[in-house]
């Protein structure tokens, strides 16, 4: 078994993480190999990149969706959230 390479506590807010994907497309040039994920009660999208060295680098995007069930990506690489709310969001900046 492999532990986990990220983890947060449950509290604050958060409630459950909704996985993602690793960004390959090309409208946000900085965000290439990062793994976009959410947690589906704050709505925060957020992203890590594993280092060389084993550690993680976390950052928080700017976008907040609510209630992100899932995550989608196109033959192109961007990345789409869907939300409970009936809304499909495309990821286009930070």
């Given at each position: 078994?492999?532990?986990?390479?990220?983890?947060?506590?449950?509290?604050?807010?958060?409630?459950?993480?909704?996985?993602?994907?690793?960004?390959?497309g090309s409208a946000i040039?900085?965000?290439?190999?990062?793994?976009?994920?959410?947690?589906?009660?704050?709505?925060?999208?957020?992203?890590?990149?594993?280092?060389?060295?084993?550690?993680?680098?976390?950052?928080?995007?700017?976008?907040?969706?609510?209630?992100?069930?899932?995550?989608?990506?196109?033959?192109?690489?961007?990345?789409?959230a869907m939300s409970r709310?009936?809304?499909?969001?495309?990821?286009?900046?930070?």
């Open positions: 078994m492999t532990p986990p390479v990220y983890e947060y506590a449950n509290g604050d807010g958060t409630c459950s993480v909704t996985g993602g994907y690793v960004y390959r040039q900085v965000l290439d190999g990062w793994y976009v994920f959410a947690d589906y009660c704050l709505g925060h999208l957020e992203a890590n990149r594993l280092r060389a060295d084993g550690s993680v680098r976390h950052k928080r995007l700017i976008a907040t969706v609510g209630a992100i069930t899932s995550f989608g990506q196109d033959p192109t690489g961007e990345v789409y709310s009936g809304g499909v969001y495309r990821l286009t900046s930070l």
